[in-house]
């Protein structure tokens, strides 16, 4: 406590906030705090709630696979938003990106930041009724979340002190402590890290570390993504809503009389559909629905003149990530060179995307001006740095090369690409200037082909290749691929999203990792320096540079910021569709 | 209750040489026929000059995004600011490429094993149905899916696939009027006068399944152009090569901001695929000796009309 | 031509679904081998590590021989299992087809029987008049119902009658909002069902329509229709009693063939209409290499379109007993 408390003397002004928090012990605040999202004055609360009735969520298909609602273990799309219904993390991100207290009520800072404790909130439920312990949290952690949660895995298990026990043996992670409560006081939780970890408290969501009741899995082998739970056992989580039934197009929660944070959430029943994204903005509008994750920029016009209808705006992806960056990667080496080799500095360079010149060249054949226009409908801008603009602290300008055709050309002509006349891809020593593009359908589909289309006039030539998923894994896998369309969410800390995509050991061939095969020491070290600053004044200096090197090296290209545009019914109230929560404290007057 | 007929069909009968008077006459008489007729001959002189109507690449931008239909874009321009006139255009021949070129490969294979089939019967008859029967089970939309999302979409692939695939219904119609033919007087009696089972088959057989033929085809042409639509509709479309399915694909997205977008490509997918069915159609009536050309002449038909349809025939009837 | 003879016929077909099914099978799973990716690389999320994967292949047994791979699943399917879901929490393939099954049993089902019905009557009614003006309009509109892409048709009877007109709903099979039971269950599902089942039935309407015509015209100008007209049948009569058992011959041919079709619509119109049926459940296996359900579901519409086929054989062997005397 009263290292908490001194600590937040020395604190930047993003721990302060949390820190009084901590201090204050008291959590009656956070309601408040989620409750004003920037820009969404009508979703502010106004008169008492009603109680009662059923809240219908349009949500583009696939809706998450039954058997699959763990996002502790499974991290695909649309998880997120079924996390936010069932689960809690011991901390949660409010409207203004800040850390608020969820079945943690406060936390602890010491060895200047290498040592977090988090007390526990005492009287939390499951939806089965067994009561929240310390030791639930910890399981959670050492079997589930640092061996199976993509992000969280990458990222909090090498910072640990004393590394965790690896699949399949028992779940064992030395460095998490838990000790129950006793007598008045409080169950906590503490983490040990190696050095001092800054991002900690934006990894702790539902998202990121949705807490697990552990006696669900006693005598069964701690779940994977593969078997989630074990057979024949409904999801079971602290959040506001139970889980009620799911089949091909719907999942349906009910309320959980016993939260936390009664008497909320006021809906009896909430209800996800999967709706064709051409037929979305129509179901709003017929009234069959009651809120849409994303309304295409060119159905806006219509709801925003809908009496009914509420619209607005944020950097949310309609999947439910944060801080999308819609991003060209290129494969710097040999297409099908096996990552460890890349990794180890052994494979040689892509015959053309490997020439830094070529890669200029490339950024500057696009005429970017018109993509968050056309590709995106409105929903979007352009992005001006490897780090989303949306992550203010870490954030710097540093901007692919501008458009012009003319210096385009000129790189092309020095990297030896001679011009084959009109209309034909340029050539060098015989070879033509053409590769691959692959990309999933969708907005990222509209990328590549506008791209295409700009670089063919200046003699290069981008072959569009449609894939799905598992496609698209398997590619990345095995690095068969000259460039792909990836859309990169960076959630609200750059140790989660961004570097993972420019590290050197993050070159392993998994989904969303680094793709392009870049590798720079001074990256490297820059990464690891700007997680040990706890400031985020200092961590920012070091993102800067960070960004400048990128922009410099130009392994991949950044383009489009995506930001998704929600609309709703009028007669609800209470949303908080930027933090994961959102249906918390939502209530519909009808 | 027995009729017999009362003669074998005509010799003239037994020739696939084309009817071209008659069909002529046909196409002239019934509206519909006519129309059918324009709207395959003009759909594949369309798609043939796409590349002079609408020269350069139909995947290029061409002016802003999103203009309804004008003078100078007559079906408007899509998200990207792409002509639709011409989008259609090259579609279009995607399109009947896709079409004809499936067609073309059923044809031959579809005929091969329903002729054999339905005509030598027994051991060989049951394996080729045994094949057809396995192709005929697995529904062709669910395997080029499966392919298509699996392997990339491309229009080659779909061509190969679809070709290979399609001919199962041509096949057991075929062999289902084979089974019929074989079985009639005029076969007996070219068996009997010593007719090889390769002249009864291209002959005797061949001119009377062709008309049948004809209709499955045209039926798997424009069956080929909706699968390939459909495919492009749930997103397994080629993004290379612009199709009619790839264009309303896209204009999915906007169907209630920019109608064009969707409904020009849509409208010509109907008349090309009108233009295959009524043109099956109307070469089965032309073909058809009970057509409305035999009866406006108010009489059954004579030894002396081009008497290609099916030939009279005893029937058995419980 | 006693009743053994058919139940030796129908033996004979049922032993021969055997290799069919088997040869559909192996296909299948040789294409999915072949295919990019598999179950795990779907399951991989953003930044998973190599160790988890390489744990997740054992566990699903995908690091194992293909040849094994293929003879567990036989050895299972031959005791009646059909395995669990790769990417589905383990749930068992037969509960994610019985879950689905229901919903485009009763699309797939209303529309073959709007569509049979209505088309052998139509049929039947511009038969009577061959190449009159009934029949010039009966035939060309199902022309052009039959060239309607089934999912624009879809979206424009969505914008039609559910957006502008607002008698049907715009997607689902029930209201999410309510929970109906009894006989407001009923309508409810009616009532979403109406405009899903109509598109689908459309362009099946058109082609038994034609077949119908076609075969009916064929008959009536056969020469015991003509005899029998002769002396003296009325022509309805002639139709309904001579004519009519010989054409629906062909119409019982296609019924097969078009059980393949209205899967393949109904896999599209299902996404249009948000309807819960198998569609998504195959689109969601194929992009996630779910190899389990992918097979459940080949299985599946194999086997009904192989059994439809017997089953119109027999028919066609009752109604033209030719066929099974051979």
């Known amino acids: 406590m009263a290292l908490s408390c001194f600590h937040r003397r020395t604190a930047s002004l993003a721990l302060l906030a949390l820190a009084a928090a901590a201090c204050g012990g008291n959590d009656t605040d956070t309601p408040e705090a989620g409750a004003t999202p920037s820009g969404s004055s009508s979703a502010g609360a106004s008169g008492n709630p009603v109680k009662g009735g059923t809240f219908v969520i349009g949500s583009s298909p696939p809706l998450p696979a039954q058997g699959t609602l763990n996002p502790a273990v499974n991290t695909q799309g649309g998880m997120q938003q079924a996390a936010g219904m069932l689960f809690n993390g011991l901390v949660e991100i409010d409207g203004n990106a800040e850390p608020v207290p969820a079945l943690a009520t406060k936390w602890d800072i010491a060895d200047a930041g290498a040592t977090w404790v988090f007390t526990l909130r005492d009287k939390v439920k499951f939806h089965n009724g067994a009561a929240l312990t310390a030791a639930d949290v910890k399981w959670t952690y050492e079997a589930a979340l640092l061996r199976n949660h993509a992000r969280t895995q990458s990222s909090i298990g090498p910072a640990l002190a004393t590394p965790c026990a690896a699949a399949p043996a028992p779940p064992s992670c030395p460095s998490i402590e838990a000790t129950e409560a006793s007598g008045s006081t409080p169950a906590t939780v503490t983490f040990r890290f190696a050095k001092p970890y800054g991002p900690l408290l934006q990894q702790l969501t539902h998202t990121e570390g949705a807490i697990l009741p552990k006696a669900v899995w006693d005598g069964q082998p701690p779940p994977t993504a593969a078997q989630p739970w074990p057979a024949g056992q409904d999801p079971v989580g602290t959040g506001p809503f139970t889980f009620d039934s799911q089949n091909a197009s719907e999942i349906v929660y009910k309320r959980n009389a016993d939260y936390f944070r009664s008497p909320e959430p006021y809906l009896d029943r909430v209800v996800t559909r999967a709706i064709e994204p051409a037929a979305q903005a129509q179901a709003l509008t017929a009234g069959e629905i009651d809120w849409l994750w994303g309304v295409s920029g060119q159905d806006v016009p219509a709801l925003e003149r809908n009496p009914d209808v509420t619209i607005n705006r944020g950097t949310q992806s309609a999947g439910g990530s944060t801080n999308c960056v819609q991003k060209l990667a290129f494969n710097l080496f040999e297409r099908g060179t096996p990552p460890p080799a890349v990794r180890g500095g052994q494979g040689k360079p892509h015959p053309v995307l490997g020439d830094l010149k070529v890669r200029q060249a490339i950024a500057s054949a696009l005429k970017t001006d018109v993509y968050a226009q056309q590709v995106l409908q409105g929903n979007g801008e352009l992005a001006t740095s490897p780090i989303s603009s949306q992550i203010e602290f870490a954030h710097t300008e540093a901007p692919i090369p501008a458009f012009d055709q003319e210096a385009s050309k000129k790189l092309l002509d020095q990297a030896g690409w001679m011009s084959a006349g009109e209309g034909k891809p340029r050539t060098r020593n015989g070879q033509p200037l053409s590769f691959d593009m692959f990309h999933f359908a969708g907005t990222e589909g509209t990328l590549a082909t506008k791209m295409s289309q700009d670089l063919a006039l200046v003699g290069v030539e981008a072959k569009l290749q449609q894939v799905d998923g598992a496609g698209k894994n398997a590619l990345y896998k095995e690095r068969q691929f000259d460039s792909i369309v990836v859309s990169n969410c960076q959630a609200t800390d750059p140790e989660i999203g961004v570097r993972r995509f420019y590290a050197t050991a993050a070159i392993t061939g998994a989904p969303f990792t680094n793709g392009a095969g870049y590798s720079n020491p001074e990256v490297d070290r820059l990464f690891t320096a700007a997680v040990q600053e706890i400031e985020p004044a200092a961590r920012g200096k070091l993102y800067g540079d960070i960004q400048k090197q990128i922009a410099a090296d130009l392994p991949y290209l950044w383009l489009l910021e995506t930001t998704s545009t929600r609309a709703y019914t009028k007669d609800c109230k209470q949303l908080r569709p930027y933090t994961g929560l959102f249906l918390e404290a939502a209530y519909c007057e009808r | ?318 | 031509m006693a009743g053994s003879g058919v139940l030796g016929f129908v033996l004979r077909r049922l032993l021969s679904v055997v290799p069919t099914v088997s040869a559909i099978l192996i296909v299948t799973f040789a294409m999915i081998q072949l295919a990019p990716g598999d179950a795990v690389d779907a399951l991989a999320g953003a930044g998973g590590d190599e160790a988890t994967n390489d744990y997740l292949r054992a566990y699903l047994q995908l690091d194992q021989p293909v040849w094994r791979q293929f003879a567990s699943y036989v050895v299972n399917l031959a005791q009646g299992d059909l395995g669990v879901s790769f990417v589905q929490g383990g749930t068992p393939v037969t509960d994610l087809i019985l879950d689905r099954l229901p919903a485009t049993l009763l699309l797939m089902g209303t529309a073959l029987v709007l569509s049979s019905v209505g088309g052998v009557l139509l049929g039947a009614l511009i038969a009577r008049w061959p190449y009159g003006r009934l029949d010039a309009s009966v035939s060309s509109a199902s022309l052009v119902s039959d060239a309607l892409p089934g999912f624009w048709l879809a979206q424009l009877a969505v914008l039609a009658f559910a957006i502008s007109a607002g008698w049907f709903p715009v997607q689902g099979m029930t209201d999410a909002r309510e929970q109906y039971t009894g006989l407001a269950a009923y309508a409810d599902v009616a009532r979403h069902l109406v405009l899903p089942a109509l598109v689908l039935a459309t362009s099946e309407l058109a082609l038994v329509t034609r077949v119908a015509r076609a075969g009916l015209l064929a008959e009536r100008s056969r020469e015991y229709v003509r005899s029998a007209r002769a002396k003296g049948m009325r022509e309805r009569r002639t139709i309904l009693v001579h004519a009519l058992p010989n054409a629906l011959l062909p119409v019982a041919t296609v019924v097969g063939t078009r059980l393949g079709f209205l899967f393949a619509g109904a896999v599209v119109i299902e996404t249009v209409f948000g309807w819960p049926g198998l569609g998504t459940l195959l689109l969601t296996a194929s992009q996630s290499r779910d190899r389990p359900v992918l097979l459940g579901l080949v299985l599946l519409v194999s086997l009904s379109v192989v059994l439809a086929n017997l089953l119109t054989d027999l028919v066609y062997g009752w109604i033209d007993p030719r066929v099974r005397s051979r």
Do not use: C
């Not at chain 2, 005929?111 to 089970?137: H, K, P």
């Not at chain 2, 290379?240 to 920019?258: D, R």
């Not at chain 2, 009108?274 to 030894?303: E, F, I, M, W």
């Open chain 2, 1 to 318: 209750m027995s009729v017999r007929a009362d003669r074998p069909a005509p010799r003239r009968s037994l020739r696939s040489r084309v009817p071209s008077g008659r069909l002529l006459r046909h196409v002239v008489r019934t509206p519909s026929a006519l129309l059918g007729g324009t709207l395959l001959l003009g759909t594949v002189t369309l798609s043939l000059l796409a590349g002079v109507l609408a020269p350069g690449d139909p995947l290029a931008a061409a002016g802003p995004a999103l203009l309804p239909p004008s003078a100078s874009f007559p079906f408007g321009t899509d998200n990207l600011g792409r002509d639709i006139l011409g989008a259609v255009l090259h579609g279009l021949r995607t399109s009947m490429t896709i079409a004809v070129s499936v067609g073309a490969m059923s044809l031959v294979i579809g005929l091969f094993v329903g002729l054999v089939s339905g005509y030598r019967g027994g051991r060989v008859d049951n394996v080729l149905m045994r094949v057809t029967e396995i192709f005929q089970a697995v529904p062709l939309f669910f395997l080029a899916l499966l392919v298509v999302g699996f392997f990339g979409a491309g229009v080659d692939h779909l061509i190969l696939l679809l070709g290979f695939t399609s001919w199962e219904l041509l096949a057991r119609v075929v062999r289902a009027e084979t089974l019929t033919l074989r079985e009639r007087d005029f076969v007996d009696a070219a068996r009997s006068l010593g007719a090889s089972d390769l002249r009864i088959l291209l002959r005797h057989l061949l001119p009377n399944v062709l008309p049948t033929a004809v209709v499955v085809i045209a039926l798997v042409g424009s069956r080929v152009i909706l699968i390939e639509a459909a495919l492009s509709f749930i997103g397994l479309g080629d993004p290379n090569q612009v199709s009619l399915g790839y264009l309303i694909f896209n204009a999915q997205p906007f169907l209630q901001v920019a109608w064009w977008m969707s409904v020009f490509p849509g409208l010509t997918i109907v008349v090309a695929v009108l233009g295959l069915n009524l043109t099956g159609d109307l070469v089965n009536q032309a073909l058809d000796p009970r057509g409305p050309s035999a009866k406006r002449r108010g009489s059954a038909p004579s030894d002396d009309s081009l008497n290609l349809g099916a030939p009279e025939v005893e029937t058995r009837v419980r």
